[in-house]
């Protein structure tokens, strides 16, 4: 059975000025992820991993090329459709967690949910929001840590915490730029393997990284260079990741 | 949600906030107490201006008077019963005021008063100081000096029908406190006439051994500004050192009918002190003396005077006090006054004498607050003046707000990025700032109505306690200002406007920073720890 794509890429092209000149950091890179799947996307530092992933998350604009969610192109959209789109079927996931440090860690977690919601909506809403972010908490073996501000948690811990708050709103699709970045290798390896379990459970994941070993765990790997996509092992492949650029998603 | 929640969170999470907090309060309060304390000045005096007069005057604008004054009060009553109540006339001059037994004088406005009409349009009543503890005795007619007897126990009576009236006075009082307060400052008295006065009190008579009396020539009486005779002290009380019915002179200089002096000497009047009044306006109570209208009247030449051919000049008087209707608006009662008036001026003799005719001309007929406008807009222009400079001096907090913000927003930066990523609009995140602000605007204010108003109601307390410790630091002098205290009320309404300005104030504040935070790009602020 075929599988529906649920992100596409076509063309993009970003580029910034760096001082006085400008720097072509994506040339036209494409790229489908389809439901379900886990993909990698790897490439050297500076490459555009993150710039790729921002403009697939609509936290940035291309300067050409299309990106659609479901079909629908969301840079044709408005402003504030981008935005719910963003908030309802995105969650981001980042190197540095990127937690609000006044706020614990259900506050966090609560976040995206606050932002669908108005003052006087929120207050009818709020008692299932807690039960249900509680829920997400255990599942990410962060219960009983809900009240701990983030600067009283672990690396590993906040990156979990990242994971849920990407997680509050459901989102079909997972983006992950450099999750174990900063982590450790053990650490690293258990939020991969949080990962690879939201996965199996059927959440999108896309993932980037510059970690051969961080990528082997996702379903399919793709590379970019030069600012564009190239599927691992082709023209500038790594051989290391031959098995896994062709391994087939299975689910 | 997430702007309310957060800009709370802010709150009491960011030090910085509390300095915010605090410039909004101090500028609350300071603007509170300025605007507190120069209302209440506002107020006293605006409360005093009123007491002062009748709802409508008829002004002669001239020092020498205006004619037919007591016929248009007979005709005021008859045609216009359903406005006014009762017309009484006065008369203003100059004098000089001297107190025989010493060598003082000082310069003196006289105002001559029906006494028993005038306190029925006016407050004057309220402020006199032996009337309010002898009821009914206190009259400007001819009289002799009350002498208390001094028995030899150390016992003092006063004549009759003092002693009566102050048991009057005992039984109609409601409020126990002054009561208590009379008892606890007995009759005190100066030693008449063979020993010097040298006592100090609040109720100062004459006393001699023997039966209480009335002794010396009967004189009119005078009433006496409490600041031109008596020396104020520090708590706003006085020291007396002249006796009830002590000899007093005034010493007139009539005008003529034209306004210019008579050529004649001034005029010598013997007079009895029988009370001093207290109108709470420094300016009048240093410098006004009351007499017998109709003493007055004759004393200064603006009775009826014989002519040459055998007629006579008409009476003249320097102002008529109206007493209206209190159901009637005060503008509308002096509309059908003024008609009156000029109906009234019709309706005089056509073959008027060129000195009343010229007198007529300048009479104008103003309310009270008209006759007092240059004396309370003075005072209400000062107090929008020093309002708008600490008003001014309070937009520093605006600026204050929008650094404070700024930094903020610097420090922010991060989690803008992390709120936008997470799908925060632009306008969610200025909105966020600007609740922060208006939070911020809210506690500042409330903290700062608490405060004002705190201080306001124990400003007399404050300064008391700081003259206390460095007399140097007494502001407010009741030997200087025309009130005992510093007035103490705050307004609702100043409380609302000053807490809604400043509110609104905290928010503009924050402007900048708002949109400062709006525009931040979340890619930006993400890409690095």
Redesign the interface.
């Known amino acids: 059975m075929s599988k529906k794509a649920l992100l596409g890429a076509r063309g993009v092209h970003k580029s910034y000025v760096m001082g006085r000149s400008p720097v072509r950091v994506l040339r036209g890179a494409s790229l489908s992820v389809q439901e379900g799947e886990f993909l990698a996307i790897m490439g050297s530092s500076g490459s555009g991993k ?2 790729l992933l ?1 403009i697939l ?1 609509a ?2 604009v291309p300067d050409k090329g299309s990106v659609t969610f479901r079909g629908e192109d969301i840079f044709g959209m408005g ?2 459709a981008r ?2 789109m ?2 309802r079927e995105i969650g ?1 996931v ?3 967690y ?6 614990s860690v259900l ?1 966090n977690v609560l ?2 949910r ?6 006087w ?2 207050q009818s809403a709020r008692r299932r929001a807690r039960r249900e972010t509680m829920e997400l908490l255990g599942r990410v073996g962060l219960a009983d840590r809900a009240k701990h501000r983030p600067n009283e948690l672990s690396g590993g811990e906040r990156q979990r915490v990242a994971i849920a ?1 990407a997680l509050a709103n459901q989102p079909s699709l997972l983006l992950a730029d450099e999750p174990t970045g ?1 982590l450790d290798a053990v650490i690293g390896s258990e939020i991969l393997d949080l990962l690879a379990g939201l996965n199996r459970a059927g959440q999108t994941v896309v993932m980037v990284t510059h970690d051969a070993r961080v990528a082997s765990r996702a379903h399919r790997c793709v590379q970019l260079g030069d600012g564009i996509i190239r599927e691992a092992g082709g023209p500038s492949g790594t051989d290391a990741l031959a098995p896994v650029a062709t391994r087939e998603v299975t689910r | 949600m997430y702007k309310w929640f957060l800009a709370s969170r802010y709150l009491y999470t960011k030090l910085i906030a509390l300095f915010a907090i605090g410039s909004v309060m101090l500028c609350v309060a300071m603007v509170l107490v300025v605007m507190s304390v120069m209302g209440g000045f506002l107020d006293t005096i605006r409360a005093r201006s009123r007491g002062l007069h009748s709802e409508i005057v008829l002004d002669s604008g001239s020092l020498q008077g205006f004619p037919y004054y007591a016929e248009f009060g007979e005709y005021l009553m008859r045609e216009l019963p359903d406005v006014v109540d009762l017309t009484t006339p006065v008369i203003y001059s100059y004098g000089i005021f001297r107190v025989p037994a010493t060598t003082w004088t000082r310069l003196a406005r006289v105002v001559g008063i029906r006494y028993g009409d005038y306190i029925k349009v006016n407050d004057f009543e309220e402020g006199l100081h032996y009337e309010r503890y002898f009821p009914g005795t206190t009259h400007l007619g001819l009289q002799q000096m009350p002498v208390a007897s001094f028995g030899e126990d150390g016992t003092i009576r006063l004549p009759r029908d003092l002693q009566e009236a102050n048991a009057r006075w005992r039984a109609q009082e409601t409020d126990q406190e002054v009561i208590a307060e009379f008892e606890a400052h007995p009759f005190e008295y100066a030693i008449y006439p063979d020993v010097v006065s040298t006592a100090v009190g609040e109720r100062v008579f004459a006393a001699e051994l023997g039966p209480a009396r009335y002794a010396g020539p009967e004189r009119y009486g005078i009433i006496v500004g409490c600041d031109l005779l008596n020396e104020r002290r520090e708590d706003g009380n006085f020291n007396r050192y002249n006796a009830r019915g002590t000899d007093v002179a005034l010493a007139l200089m009539p005008l003529s009918r034209t306004g210019t002096t008579s050529g004649e000497p001034p005029i010598r009047v013997p007079l009895r002190y029988v009370d001093d009044s207290r109108t709470g306006i420094f300016e009048i109570d240093d410098f006004c003396v009351y007499v017998d209208f109709e003493m007055l009247q004759q004393k200064a030449a603006m009775d009826p005077q014989e002519l040459a051919d055998g007629g006579f000049t008409t009476a003249r008087a320097n102002q008529l006090l109206v007493d209206t209707n209190d159901d009637l608006e005060l503008y509308a009662a002096r509309e059908r006054i003024e008609s009156a008036w000029a109906e009234f001026r019709s309706e005089l003799p056509a073959d008027l004498s060129f000195a009343d005719a010229q007198a007529l001309g300048p009479v104008r007929v103003l309310t009270w607050e008209e006759l007092q406008g240059d004396f309370i807009a003075a005072i209400e222009k000062e107090k929008v003046l020093v309002t708008i400079l600490f008003a001014l001096i309070s937009m520093v907090a605006i600026v204050l707000i929008g650094c404070i913000f700024y930094m903020i927003v610097e420090k922010k930066t991060r989690d803008i990025g992390i709120l936008k990523s997470l799908g925060a609009s632009s306008a969610g995140v200025a909105g966020m700032f600007i609740i922060y602000a208006a939070v911020v605007g809210i506690v500042g204010s409330i903290l700062g109505s608490v405060a004002g108003t705190a201080f306001v109601w124990n400003v007399n307390s404050i300064q008391d306690w700081l003259a206390q410790m460095n007399p140097q630091l007494r502001v407010w002098s009741p030997t200087i200002y025309s009130f005992d205290k510093i007035p103490e009320v705050v307004k609702q309404v100043d409380v609302i406007w000053v807490c809604a300005v400043a509110i609104v104030s905290s928010m503009a504040g924050s402007l900048i920073p708002a949109w400062i935070a709006s525009r931040v790009w979340p890619v930006e602020a993400l890409r690095y720890e």
């Not at chain 1, 990127?98 to 706020?103: F, K, R, S, T």
């Not at chain 1, 606050?114 to 003052?119: D, K, R």
């Open positions: 993150s710039t921002h998350g936290l940035d402003g504030a935005r719910v963003k908030s981001f980042f190197q540095f990127h937690l609000l440090p006044e706020c506050e976040m995206p606050m932002m669908l919601h108005s003052f909506s929120w708050r900063n």
